[in-house]
């Protein structure tokens, strides 16, 4: 009976180790096939050839292939396929500006560089707008608070008045949230032409007269943006900033009025923050600052001034 015992477990355990074979192979089997549907699912298209916007696309491009055939330019097809391409591509990127990251270079002045603040459309675009309206530049008369001409500005001008257009309004709400200041408070911009050995002789951009302070206060911050690059010369100077203002790492591409204080290189699409008053609300006389004439090339840029109120149009 023993003997028989021995032998039925055994039996017995040879079944259960059959079936759990078994059982595990189907499992195994299971897995693989969950895994190759999903696999499938996954590569079906989201949309087909059938949907609205690719029969759209379909009919722009076999409608130009068409017209390229009729007119004998085989080149045609490609030309027009990847003009459609191209203007998707700007639709969705509407800010083709460069990374854009923030550079202080003085704390007496306060003054920071937004590199890549404008894109080089809105830079051509300011340009275009301003060339046809462009007169001698001036500067303001602290007798009458009344613009006069100066030998001290040289350059030529005008002003593009606040929410001139959407671009326009555009740049003024990024101005707006890079000095925390509302777009209110800033005028027009003013977009300027320095040729070659045009200049702006060092000034304060706050004002020193009853005048001007009526409409908003005083100016307390301004935001220079660089519309060209400029082959040489044409800086933007402190002479009275404080501290090693040789430190900047283009001090060896300066030319020597930009070596005289403090100097920015002008370079477009970047956009120089400074201000013209201090925290406590005193003016900073470390402000001073001036363009250096133009050696070679054109210098474009456009400006804005912030008040301490409201600026009324």
């Not at 120089?272 to 250096?292: E, N, T």
């Amino acid at each position: 009976m023993g003997s028989k015992s021995k032998i039925y477990h055994r039996s017995s355990l040879r079944k259960s180790s059959s079936s759990t074979l078994l059982f595990s192979v189907l499992i195994t089997c299971s897995f693989f096939v969950i895994i190759l549907l999903a696999f499938v699912i996954l590569s079906i298209p989201n949309s087909s050839s059938d949907s609205p916007k690719a029969r759209e696309v379909n009919n722009i491009v076999h409608h130009h292939t068409v017209e390229s055939r009729k007119n004998g330019d085989d080149r045609g097809d490609h030309r027009e396929v990847n003009s459609v391409i191209h203007h998707t591509v700007e639709r969705k990127n509407e800010d083709d500006r460069a990374d854009q990251w923030v550079e202080v270079i003085s704390w007496e002045p306060r003054a920071v560089i937004y590199h890549n603040f404008l894109s080089q459309h809105e830079c051509e675009h300011l340009i275009n707008l301003a060339k046809p309206h462009m007169e001698k530049s001036t500067v303001v008369d602290e007798e009458t608070g009344k613009s006069k001409d100066s030998r001290v500005r040289t350059s030529s001008g005008t002003f593009l008045a606040r929410g001139f257009d959407e671009t326009v309004r555009t740049i003024e709400k990024r101005l707006s949230d890079l000095t925390f200041l509302p777009v209110e408070n800033g005028e027009g911009l003013q977009v300027l032409h320095y040729e070659v050995g045009q200049r702006y002789e060092p000034h304060f951009d706050y004002f020193l007269d009853p005048f001007n302070t009526k409409n908003g206060g005083q100016r307390m911050a301004t935001v220079l943006m660089y519309l060209s690059d400029v082959e040489e010369g044409g800086e933007t100077v402190f002479p009275s900033a404080k501290g090693n203002v040789s430190a900047v790492p283009w001090w060896n591409e300066l030319s020597e009025c930009g070596k005289e204080g403090l100097s920015v290189k002008p370079k477009m699409g970047d956009a120089l923050l400074f201000w013209s008053m201090k925290p406590d609300a005193s003016l900073d006389s470390s402000s001073l600052h001036g363009g250096c004439p133009v050696i070679k090339g054109n210098k474009w840029s456009s400006t804005k001034w912030f008040h301490v109120e409201e600026y009324k149009v």
